[in-house]
């Protein structure tokens, strides 16, 4: 069992449509991030949380640590919101580095 | 933009033979970490250097290495490729060791025949 699991792995929405991302995790983090990463390769960091909720623009990541689940949602869809949508961890032992979920792929059709 | 910069982009190799992938690192930024994504995969952590020493280290065999340089910029080498090192490897530069947001490089498309 991979110790960070996203669901669903692929996602096709309507343009205008609320979609929800959903990241579970099966060890103790430090921080939970949410990335997008677009054909092609390059990666961008969306949200960097370890607690609570944070949003940005159309975007909200809530994480709720007893549960050890983070959903990332985005409001009023978009076609250029098309992408993989990545959850990853931070364990912080002597060094941090990123323990990632396999990713969604989202599609959104106008 | 990031302000990581990778190259090559693209890199085609033959079984056996050996590569070299660099990475500039984001001005200021102390810390770099390889990763290799397989197609349809989230990426792995392969290692991570940290003022030009390694830090730590991902499951991944001694033919993969790495150096970084006073400039913080850094090198992944894999020697006697294999067909199953095809891949993206994408780096992540950071200040410190801490739990840092990482900013990543567009990433190196491998492919090994």
């Known amino acids: 069992k991979n110790e960070v699991e996203q669901s669903p792995q692929n996602l096709t929405a309507q343009e205008g449509e609320f979609i929800t991302i959903n990241c579970s995790y099966s060890v103790g983090i430090s921080a939970l991030h949410w990335l997008q990463q677009h054909p092609g390769g390059g990666i961008v960091s969306l949200f960097m949380?370890?607690?609570g909720k944070k949003k940005h623009g159309r975007l909200i990541a809530t994480i709720n640590i007893q549960e050890k689940h983070s959903s990332l949602h985005i409001t009023a869809s978009h076609p250029r919101d098309s992408a993989v949508y990545i959850c990853?961890?931070?364990?912080?032992?002597?060094?941090?580095?990123?323990?990632f979920g396999k990713g969604t792929m989202l599609l959104v059709s106008p | 933009e990031t302000g990581v910069t990778q190259s090559p982009t693209h890199l085609i190799k033959t079984r056996g033979q050996q590569v070299t992938l660099r990475c500039s690192s984001q001005?200021?930024?102390?810390?770099v970490s390889w990763y290799q994504q397989a197609l349809g995969q989230g990426p792995q952590f392969i290692f991570q250097y940290y003022r030009e020493e390694e830090n730590g280290r991902g499951n991944f065999p001694p033919r993969f290495s790495g150096l970084q340089f006073p400039n913080y910029s850094s090198e992944l080498n894999v020697n006697a490729l294999e067909l199953d090192d095809s891949a993206l490897y994408l780096c992540a530069s950071s200040l410190g060791t801490g739990t840092d947001t990482q900013y990543f490089g567009p990433g190196t498309r491998l492919t090994v025949l």
């Open positions: 949380l370890s607690s």
């Open positions: 990853a961890v931070s364990r912080n032992s002597g060094y941090s580095t990123l323990t």
């Open positions: 001005s200021g930024h102390n810390t």
